[in-house]
Nanobody, 122 residues
Framework: VQLQAFGGGLAQAGGSLRLSCATSGRTFSSHDFGWFRQVPGKERNFVAAIERTEHNTYYADSVKGRFTISRDNARNTMYLRMDSLKPDDTAVYYC????????????????WGQGTLVTVSS
């Protein structure tokens, strides 16, 4: 599974952005998908994930209520809507595919896209 993340950019605090993660192949519906983020020099942290059958979702406490993960199986694309952005949300965001949407550690995810930078100004 090849993943490509895009949609990052510059936003002001309180603003919104939507990230997309497009995939190749015909196995999109058989994978769980997630978003992680990483600040240079720090570890990659879990943000949100969505399960492949019932589309159950799971969020880090730091983004719960502000971010919304969704998926469109017909378009082979997964999204992260980010509202009420804070400067602390500034990071490179990575999309990932795997088989356990409750996994919070990067090593438990199988496929990764390149990152997309999100910068939130105060």
């Amino acid at each position: 599974v090849q993943l490509q993340a895009f949609g990052g950019g510059l936003a002001q605090a309180g603003g919104s952005l939507r990230l997309s993660c497009a995939t190749s192949g015909r196995t999109f519906s058989s994978h769980d998908f997630g978003w992680f983020r990483q600040v240079p020099g720090k570890e990659r942290n879990f943000v949100a994930a969505i399960e492949r059958t019932e589309h159950n979702t799971y969020y880090a406490d730091s983004v719960k209520g502000r971010f919304t993960i969704s998926r469109d199986n017909a378009r082979n694309t997964m999204y992260l809507r980010m509202d009420s952005l804070k400067p602390d949300d500034t990071a490179v965001y990575y999309c990932a595919a795997g088989f356990d949407y409750l996994a919070r550690t990067p090593k438990d995810w199988v496929y990764w896209g390149q990152g997309t930078l999100v910068t939130v100004s105060s």
